[in-house]
């Protein structure tokens, strides 16, 4: 009998490597390293459970490129050479099975409390700010966006030579690079601000900052929020962004949908998801992943019918390891949440991912919940 398309193997086009499923265990944060930034073995196990289920890429949770670009107490960094030693045991132990192991890269820039940092928090312009002891964010200064790129570029080398397959330039979800990308949080006037081209400069540059130090065969994808409204980041935008990363030939470009199903009004009498929108945009895409809110097989069969070249999941990977491995029976539709303690534990989470994840609305099952 035929695989599923999601089980099958997928050749990354301009790498030529090899991926043993269409699976993507997307970025996730889970607080279980050191606030040193060196990671821990919880999460290296956490990760390394969902590698033995047979996703075809890992991703870390995003990993701060800087000491000021620190977003949340147990976030692992790759911002000094005291870091890689436990890197090179993270990539060592995802390579036991045929799994890719990618970091996702970011600075948090207005999302970056001062309380943990002790700097003022850095963006594109001079904001309201709820992380900053004065309230305001502080306008980055030419030696400021050098200082960016140099941490993008040097962390990217360290995670090359601990042994990453790769990296994903984190652009999604209201971190820096997303705050540049926006209209409301970048007023700037000058060439790092205004029309979409200068407003995407801080993107661009440090993609090419990378690519030019780091070997060819190292993967660098770039994840984008196709629509956050409230900082200025727009569907056309976002669609002329992705033809400016197409033209850069970066490897993938990672969507990050919330609800892949989530269908646009673009006209009266054509609905389409953010994904369909994306793919018949151009021709020669990268590679596209999407993700949000695919639970069963049938809704990762779906979205790849959609266009997408793999499927993302998060929420789903917490509980269940093995979803990549299940994914293959047509019929798998794991349980939703609430989920006991007991069942997070056996799913290889500590007792801070657990607290953490108490905060999600219905995710953990209390006592008095039968």
Same mark, same amino acid.
């Given at each position: 009998m035929n695989k599923l398309k999601i089980s099958q193997p997928y050749i990354l086009p301009n790498k030529n490597i090899k991926l043993q499923n269409r699976t993507v265990l997307a970025a996730m944060t889970n607080k279980q390293?050191?606030?040193?930034?060196?990671?821990? !073995?919880?999460?290296?196990k956490w990760l390394f459970e969902r590698a033995k289920g047979g996703f075809g890429i890992i991703t870390t949770a995003a990993t701060?490129?800087?000491k000021e670009g620190k977003a949340w107490n147990g976030e692992f960094g790759v911002y000094d050479n005291s870091h890689i030693p436990n890197l090179i045991k993270l990539t060592s132990t995802i390579h036991k099975t045929q799994s890719l192991i990618i970091?996702?890269?970011f600075h948090g820039g207005l999302k970056s409390p001062q309380?943990?940092?002790?700097?003022?928090p850095i963006s594109p312009s001079k904001l309201k700010c709820n992380e900053s002891f004065t309230g305001k964010s502080k306008e980055a200064s030419e030696k400021d966006i050098k200082k960016v790129i140099d941490d993008f570029t040097a962390s990217a080398i360290r995670c090359y030579k601990s042994g990453f397959d790769g990296i994903e330039l984190h652009g999604a979800h209201g971190y820096l690079i997303s705050q540049f990308l926006g209209k409301i949080t970048n007023k700037r006037k000058d060439h790092w601000g205004g !029309?979409?081209?200068g407003r995407a400069k801080l993107l661009i540059k440090i993609y090419k900052s990378i690519r030019k130090n780091v070997p060819e065969k190292f993967i660098i994808g770039v994840r984008i929020s196709p629509e956050i409204e409230n900082i200025g980041i727009y569907l056309n935008d976002s669609i002329k962004l992705v033809d400016i990363l197409r033209k850069l030939s970066v490897d993938f470009i990672h969507l990050s949908c919330w609800d892949v199903f989530y269908k646009i009004k673009s006209n009266k009498n054509n609905q389409r998801t953010l994904t369909q929108i994306i793919k018949e945009s151009y021709e020669n895409l990268p590679t596209i992943i999407s993700t949000g809110n695919i639970w069963s097989s049938l809704d990762a069969n779906n979205l790849l019918k959609q266009g997408a070249d793999l499927v993302g999941v998060g929420r789903?990977?917490?509980?269940?390891p093995n979803w990549a491995n299940n994914i293959s029976d047509l019929?798998?539709? =794991?349980?939703?949440? =609430?989920?006991?303690?007991n069942e997070l534990k056996k799913a290889k989470l500590n007792n801070t991912f657990i607290s953490y994840m108490k905060n999600w609305n219905n995710f953990v099952k209390y006592d008095y919940q039968k």
């Open positions: 390293s050191y606030d040193n930034g060196i990671i821990s !073995d919880d999460e290296i701060n490129v800087s970091a996702q890269l309380k943990i940092t002790g700097s003022i !029309d979409l081209g789903v990977a917490i509980r269940y019929n798998y539709n =794991p349980n939703r949440p =609430p989920y006991t303690v």
